[in-house]
Each structure stands twice: as C-alpha cells, then as structure tokens.
C-alpha cells in the first residue's frame, strides 16, 4: 500500500499541471495520515449526540464534511466516535465512518501543497460507498453543525454498521488463530492495547518469592500455591460496546490457585478471546481489586468471562461516591458469611453486616439476613463537557451508582440491637440507613422533645428511588406543646413531570396538634395560638426549559401569624416571607420577559396580589454607535392591595397597628421608566449625563382615586480609577510581598420631580419581609419602648433618600418624590501577593469603602441637614486566616441612627473559628452590644462551639449557647445548652448524628471537617 501511495505521488508530480486528476479505487488507496498538530473540522446539516463510555459519539445527517490538512471527506451520513480523555495533555482521538446515499458515493480528496492559482491542486480522489478513518489532533475541534439533538436507547442503523469496521470478522479470525503470536499494533500512554474482543491474563508471584505451578497445557490448567498474583485485563465495561475496546481490569492476589482458561496457556499467562473460560478458584489471603473496589475473603470462586463468583467469609470494601463537588474519603462496608457475584455488578450476601467503620466489631452496623446490592461502575464523565474524566495518575475515573436492598434488618449500637425494619431498600450515595437524625432536649418553650428524622424512601422499600430526589419524614414528640409530624421532599433533576431541564426544588410539610402558648419573646411570653391545628406547607420550583424559559413556582401557606416565629425563628427572621405565586421568565441577551401572578393565601399578613402581572426589561442597548446607552423598564397589571387582619389574640391585637402604606385598593398599575445615558471620557474621568423619565397609573391610590404620576429624574454621573504600586514593600509580620493600591472615586449629581409622591400610593411592590413589618407595628404601637413613629423612621423616606427611584430596575415604582442630591463614594483596595514561590495569587490586604450625600435642599429632603447618609465598610486580612472588620452607619439628624462595629475574625479551617466584636447602635434606641462565638476542635474525639452576647446598655444580658460534641468512631454525640433572656428560656439538648452521613450538619454549623470513619485508615 505504501508503494502505491508513493507511485501515486509520482505520477501526480510528473503530470502537466492542467491534466485530468486520475481517481481511485477504496481498495486501491488510503488517505495519507495527517500531521496531528492539524485542527479537524466537521460540518453537517444535522446532528444527534450522546455518550458511549469513553466515546463522545456524534451521528451527522445531511452535507456531512470533515477536513484535516489535506484530506477532505463528504458524504451523506456519518458516524464519529470521539475520545477526548487526554485533550489537555495529549490528542484528541476522532474515529469516522462516512456512508453515501443509495447510488452515490463518499468522495475524499487529497490535495497538494504547493498549488498556483489558477490549479485545482487535487493529488488524488476516493470514490466508495463508505469510508472509515481513525485521525487525531492536539488542536480543537472546530465545529459547523445546528444544536445537537438528544437521541433514545435506538441507534441508527450505520452506527451498528460502523462498529463492525473497529473489528472486521476476517481480521477477528486471525486473532483467535494466532493469539499468543499477535502482536496488537494500537498504542497508548506507552503501552500496547489489547485488540477488542481479547482478554490477557497474567500469573506472577505475590512477593519475590516464585510460586509453585503446575500446568496442564492440554486443558488449560494450572495449579499455583506460595502466593502468585493474577493480573486480567481486558474486561468490558457496562454501557460500553465490546467494539471500542477493553477497559477493565481485574487484579487478585491469594496463597493458593486453580486456574483453567482455554488450551495453550503458558505458565506466566495468555492471551485468549473473551469469551473463551477462564476461571479461578483462591484459597487464603485473598484480596480482589476491581476498580476502586476492594474484596477480602478466605474462599472465593470466580469465572472470568461471566463475571460471576462466589465468596466465603467475605469482606467487601468500595468508595462513598461523590456528592455535589466533593469526594468523601469513607468507604462501605460489607461483611457476610457468603457473597455471591451475580454478574460485573450485582451481589448477594448472605448473613451480612454493613458498616463505614473499619474496627472488627463495629460500634454501629446494619445487620441484615439477606442483602442485595448493587455497584455499577462507569467511566466518570463530565456531566456539563460530557468528556470522561481522568484521575490524577491519568487513569479513568471510576463513577459508582450504589444501591442495596435488605431483608430482616436491625440496627445495632455496640452490640446491642435498637431498631428492627422487615425491609429497605436505598441509594448508597445517601447511606442514612433509615434514621437520618435524632434529637432529645428540654427547655422552658417546647418541653421534653424527642424527635427522629426517617428516610421515607428506606422506610418504604423503594429500590429505584428517582434520582436526584430525597425523601424525608419527621416525628416530633414536644411534651408542652403535643405530637408533630411532617415530610420533606426535595428534587435537583435534569427533568420533572415530563419537563425537560434543569431544576431545583422542595415540597416541606409539618404540623402539630398544639396545646401550648407560644413564648415569642420580650412583651409575647405567653401567647394563645388562634388555632389548635398549626401547619406550614412550603413549597418552591424552579427550572430552565428547553425553551429558554425559566419557570419558578412558589406556595407557603400557614395555619396562623405566629406560627413560623414559634416553630421556624431562623426562617421567620432571616428568609424571605413565604408567598404563593408562579413566574415565567424569558432572557434574550440584555432582554427580559416576565409574567407572573401571585394570590394571597395567608389573610392575617399583608400582601399584593398580582392578577396578573408582566414585565419587560431593556437593559444597556447601545444606540448611535455606543454614543448613548439605553435602559427600559415597563410593567402591567392588575394589583391589589390586601391589609392584613387584626389578630383576635389580645396581646397581640394591643400591638397592632395599621402602617401609613396600607389600605384595602386596588386595580389596574402601568408603568414604563427610561433611562438615556450619553457617556464620554474626560481625561481620566468618566463622565455619564443621564436623563430617566416615567409614567404611570395605578387604579387606586391610599384615598381610593385614580392616580397618573409623570417623574423625571436627571443629573450626571463621574468615576475616577487609579492605583500605584510598590513592589519594594515587604514586611512578613503583616504578610506583605508587595503592595498595589487601587482606587475608584465616584460622584453623582442628581435632580428629581415629580408631579405625586409615595405618600399617596400604598406599597403595592413591597420594600420590607412579613417579619419586618410585624416588628414596624409593634415598633408604632408602643409595645415596645420607645414609640419610634414620624416621617424621620419611615423605611420609604430611607430608600426614597438614597436614591433607589434614580434605578431603572427599582424594586418599588411607587419611592418616587422630589429630590437634589449630591453624592460621593471611594472604593480603595491595596492588593499583595500570597502563596509559595511561582505560584503566588493576588488577595485583597485591605478594602476601604466609603460614601456620603449631601443635600443642597437640607430642610426639604434631609430634616435640616446639609450632609447625611455616611457610611463605610472595612475588612484588613492581615493574614489568611486573621481578619479585623469594621463597619458604620450615620445620619446626621436629630435621633438619626449611628452605628459602628469592629471585630476579630480567626479560621482555620481543619481546626476551627472565632469571632469577637462590639456594635454600638444610637438614635431611637440605644445598645452598645458585645457578641463573642467560637468553634474549636479540641481533638480527635472533641469539638466544642459557644456563643454570647451581652448589652452594656438597657438590654443586659441577651443569651448564650454551648456544645460539646463527642466524635466517635460510627456517631457523633453532641450535648448543647442555651439561655435566652428574651424568652426567660433555658435549654439543654441532645444529638445524635451518625458520622457517615455525606452532609453533616455539625459541619454546616461549625465549618469543621468530619470525613467519615475509616476515611484515614483504622483510628
């Protein structure tokens, strides 16, 4: 062939160069192989896409074309085959197979390098119904195709056609008739690969010691005691055809061996077709390595070909899988009397245990008569560049899907049994082993608690749980309050009810027949629920369509208005209020559609309802050749206005009031605001004048009229960049290697009128959570002293002040008033270098921030003050793990807030953190707070956190927590208490938590790192 190729080149070199070009013949010619720094491009009319173990397989319909230096292919249809496993280090593998229409042809051209202009440069033509070429390239592939489509559990037609070419019968024949002679010619890393369909198996000595072995050519047995080791490779991989080679490997050692393969084994092993037998049978000292997955046994039969075995007094170790971005250490443990392997990824054991401890006796395992589990390994694949994923050695990653079903089981803590279950069945990428927590407590709110957190899925049997979902159930034992109950489920699917795309979501549910009073704090200490049957149902949705629509749903809806700051004061405090609603939302570049509707389903709050409403966002459209920039934001829809009802609770009706915004409205609201902005540079400066306009109508105001409001909004924005450096600035005391200091000054002048102001419309788009509200009438109504009421407290003055009717994007059209103002602000960094030598990286050393306003019109839009709103921010690291951080606030007017903090910040991450600092608040109220908390590992076994704060002012002492946690080999025991001065409450409490969990809370909590037990070895 090489002769012809050269013979071809001749004849091409000597023919005149306006000569017909000869063609030739499949069988007479093959493409000269490329040089591999060339790129390859591939174009086609159509494509499906999808994954066959290490192969990125593509199927081109249509104008179908690839190119790589000279050589060019087209054809009808075609099939590539992709492996990308070293694209970072090494080539790019592309496997093609081309086939033509009925009649036609698949036409491949060779060209020339040194053509003139007025040549065809053709050296050669392939003319064939098919075409089949193996070609790699470091450079990327350079794509021309439509988006690929998914495909189904079909495949076409010529992709059966075109594994055939990876192992022709005729080619296959000679392998199996010369075996021990053939020498593969395909290398990789160094090595050579096996032909597919081949299996080579290796027998050596464990130690350096030779083994004793007895061999039987004739039948193909052999007989090895003193320690040999058996090496075999070449085993298939599940979801992987046969036809693009081996992959697995099999590694056994044993004291002792009975070996029978095909005839003409030699005594230090093989080569034999994979489907010729190849059994072993192991006595003593056995350890199996398949995988990352390690079987240490006694006794153990296993044939080879069927990946079927047999195991006695068996112990099975495999890897907890990966969850999210992080891989835990910690391995599952199965130990039986008898394991059998019903084929590459199936087990049975009988009389078994399971367990992450790695002692002899645990002090925790799941004892069970009859355990089915599952381990199915795959090549480990980028789940977003669908590329297989390498290990740090540069082998294959290893993907596991885990799953076990067990009869007869009983939980056992140090021996002694503490649950029994006839039946589960779970996912051991969540190996909660039913209970997932338990907690004991007592405090002066709730009483004794007992409550135990079960997975439903384990409790129910379901073996093929969907994936990507969990499924919780809670009983609740409270002795103050009665019995709750509730489940939690949750969902991160790439589909759901039939709808394909990303999604996120959680349905949670929890009630209790409550015969208790409610200790809300200070002033609520002892409350009587409206209701005997309290409840939150919460549930949240959202994903991205195929479409490029994004959907997100919400519902949280509450038996009455204290329960969530009873039974969820974290939530009530800290999250958003909870509403019931759906959002459609559409991007298109700097495009936004929206359209949602909201209903109220919680009368005792207030709340808009939306029915329903869009909006359209144009953001950052460059006009006139970037001279001015363009901003929209235009709203419609029917709003009403719903106040919330008086509670009928006397004490809670006594600090009720109805705020200044509030009233039974509503009706139709339309709304557009623009925004032209003409940026220009001035030296240094940037200079943005601006100019923002609005109309709009809302249905109903405060006095239940109509009202049409028209508003301008103009000034003009500047920034100022700059930064020096100073590489001769080194102290390592402050951790100095360096200094770069960067600065923005920025200022903005600006001039607002409008032809109504927000006190004559209600908040129909609110600016605070149900829980700031509720506070805001306690504020008004006295209960709490002092009575803090005017317009100087008034959260619409503070937003209206700071300028949030000067953004296109305002959360609230309805903070629109008269309004000069001149502000200014600097953001400072001084930036050094951290890390070992030649592999430094830039941190921040310090962040200043600072802004202030003032008011040429002081006595109209800042009660008598020229300056107001002064604040700052800083944050010195002085080291990686040591920070002091600063922050303040100020009005200027009389009984205007002013507030400062400092503090500490230490972390260190493997071993624990702390924080101390002091806030000092003045103005309505007055509080100078010091607030302390730590986290610390004080060794293996201990942890401990604490907390305090304490007011030097009216406020005394406010609470204090601490714990201690116990780490045990299988639990984690952590005793906690707290004092809360505000509730007269004191509370102890107990966890406990088994430490194999994949999300401990305690780490959630603390930020310190518990692997699970046995992820270093035996402690």
Not at 302 to 315: F, H, K, M, S
Request: proline letters at 5%; hydrophobic letters at 40%; aromatic letters at 10%.
């Amino acid at each position: 062939m090489g002769q012809a190729v050269a013979l071809l080149f001749m004849a091409a070199t000597l023919l005149p160069f306006h000569g017909k070009v000869s063609q030739a013949h499949a069988d007479d010619i093959q493409v000269a192989t490329a040089n591999s720094h060339e790129p390859i491009t591939i174009a086609a009319d159509a494509c499906t896409r999808w994954q066959e173990g290490v192969y990125d397989v593509w199927h081109l319909r249509g104008n179908c074309y690839l190119n790589q230096g000279l050589t060019y292919a087209r054809g009808a249809e075609a099939v590539l085959w992709i492996d990308a496993r070293n694209a970072q280090n090494g080539p790019t593998k592309v496997i093609a197979y081309f086939e033509s229409e009925q009649g036609g042809h698949v036409a491949v051209d060779f060209r020339r390098t040194d053509v003139k202009a007025n040549e065809d440069g053709l050296l050669g033509q392939q003319r064939s119904p098919n075409w089949f070429q193996r070609m790699e390239t470091s450079a990327a592939l350079r794509w021309n195709v439509p988006p690929a489509l998914g495909t189904t559990e079909a495949r076409p037609a010529i992709y059966e056609r075109g594994l055939a070419q990876f192992n022709p019968e005729r080619r296959r024949q000679l392998m199996l008739a010369q075996y021990t002679e053939f020498v593969p010619n395909v290398v990789e890393n160094g090595v050579q690969a096996l032909p597919p369909g081949m299996v080579k198996y290796e027998i050596f000595g464990r130690s350096d010691a030779d083994p004793n072995i007895t061999l039987d050519r004739n039948q193909g047995i052999a007989i090895a005691n003193g320690g040999i080791r058996v090496v075999i490779d070449g085993l298939s991989v599940a979801g992987l055809p046969a036809a693009f080679g081996p992959l697995g490997q099999i590694d056994i050692s044993t004291d002792r061996a009975v070996v029978w393969s095909a005839p003409g084994m030699g005594v230090a092993g093989g080569v034999q077709s994979k489907d010729a037998p190849l059994e072993i049978y192991m006595e003593g000292n056995i350890e199996f390595r398949q995988g990352d997955r390690i079987i240490y046994a006694d006794r153990m039969f296993y044939d080879v070909r069927r990946q079927i075995g047999v195991i006695l007094n068996a112990e099975l170790l495999t890897p907890l899988p990966q969850m999210g971005d992080f891989q835990y250490p910690g391995l599952v443990r199965l130990k039986a009397d008898a394991i059998r392997q019903l084929d590459e990824s199936h087990f049975s054991a009988t009389n078994a245990l399971v367990t992450t401890s790695r002692l002899e006796e645990p002090a925790y395992d799941l004892s069970s008569e009859q355990i089915s589990f599952t381990d199915v390994q795959q090549p480990g694949v980028d789940p977003i560049t669908g590329i297989p994923i390498a290990g740090p050695d540069g082998s294959m990653a290893v993907a596991h899907q885990q799953l076990a079903t067990a009869e007869s089981n009983v939980i056992h803590l140090r021996g002694v049994p503490v649950f029994y279950w006839p039946r589960f069945a779970t996912n051991l990428q969540d190996p909660s082993f039913i209970i997932d927590r338990i907690r004991v407590g007592n405090d002066n709110v709730f009483g004794t608690q007992a409550m135990i957190d079960w997975d439903l899925y384990e409790l129910l049997g379901v073996k093929n749980a969907p994936q990507g979902t969990s499924w919780n159930l809670s009983t609740d034992y409270l002795s103050k309050r009665g019995f709750g109950y509730g489940t939690n489920y949750q969902w991160d699917r790439n589909e759901i009810f039939g709808f394909v795309g990303p999604s996120t979501g959680l349905l949670d549910f929890w009630a209790i027949q409550d015969h208790g009073h409610d200790n809300l704090g200070l002033g609520r200490r002892d409350i009587t629920p409206e209701k005997d049957y309290r409840f939150r149902l919460l549930g949240q949705h959202r994903q991205r369509l195929e479409s490029g629509w994004e959907i997100t749903a919400e519902s949280g809806w509450v038996s009455d208005t204290t329960f969530l700051n009873q039974y969820y004061e974290r939530e009530w405090d800290e999250l958003r209020s909870p509403r019931t609603g759906l959002r459609a939302r559409r991007f298109n570049n700097n495009r936004e559609l929206m359209l949602e509707a909201n209903a109220q389903v919680n009368n005792f709050w207030s709340e808009t309802e939306s029915l329903p409403r869009g909006d359209h966002f144009w953001l950052g459209e460059s006009l006139l050749d970037d001279r001015l920039t363009w901003f929209e934001h235009s709203q419609a829809s029917y709003s009403k206005y719903n106040v919330g009802t008086v509670p009928t609770e006397p004490t809670l009706q006594s600090q009720w009031v109805q705020l200044p915004w509030e009233a039974n409205v509503g009706g139709e609201k339309l709304v557009t605001r623009q925004e032209i902005d003409a940026p220009f540079q001035l030296g240094a400066v940037k200079v943005v004048p601006f100019a923002l306009g609005e109309l709009a109508r809302w249905g109903e105001a405060l006095d239940g009229e109509p009202l049409d409001r028209a508003y301008v909004n103009t000034g003009v924005r500047a920034s100022l960049p700059m930064w020096a450096t100073y590489d001769d600035v080194r102290d390592p005391l402050f951790n100095l290697n360096g200094l770069a200091h960067k600065v923005v000054f920025d200022a903005e002048f600006t001039y607002a009128d409008a032809n109504a102001n927000y006190e004559e419309l209600p908040m129909y788009d609110f600016i605070d959570d149900t829980s700031i509200i509720e506070m805001l009438r306690r504020l008004q109504s006295g209960a709490l002293p002092p009575t803090i009421t005017g317009e100087k407290f008034d959260p619409r003055n503070y937003l209206f002040r700071t300028g949030i009717q000067g953004w296109v994007t305002a959360p609230s059209a309805e903070i629109v008033d008269d309004l000069m103002a001149f502000r200014m602000g600097m953001r400072h960094r001084l930036q050094t270098k951290r890390g070992p030598a030649g592999n430094q990286h830039i941190v921040d050393w310090l962040t200043f921030d600072m802004n202030a306003t003032l008011f040429p019109d002081p006595n109209r839009d800042n009660f008598g003050q020229e300056v107001g709103l002064i604040d700052y921010d800083l944050r010195w690291n002085i080291g990686d793990r040591f920070s002091i951080v600063s922050d303040g606030f100020a009005d200027t007017f009389g009984d205007g807030l002013k507030t400062v903090s400092g503090g500490v910040v230490l972390n260190r991450p493997t071993r624990g953190n702390a924080y101390l600092g002091v806030r000092s608040i003045n103005g309505p109220i007055t509080s100078n707070v010091v607030m302390g908390s730590y986290s610390y590992r004080l060794s293996e076994k201990w942890l401990t956190t604490a907390s305090a704060a304490y007011d030097f002012d009216s406020g005394g002492d406010i609470g204090e927590t601490m714990s201690v946690t116990r780490i045990g080999e299988s639990m984690l025991l952590t005793v906690g208490f707290n004092v809360d001065h505000s509730k007269n409450s004191v509370g102890v409490n107990f966890m406990l938590e088994p430490r194999f969990l994949p999300n401990l809370r305690i780490t959630k909590t603390t930020g310190i790192d518990i692997p699970p037990a046995g992820a270093m070895g035996l402690e």
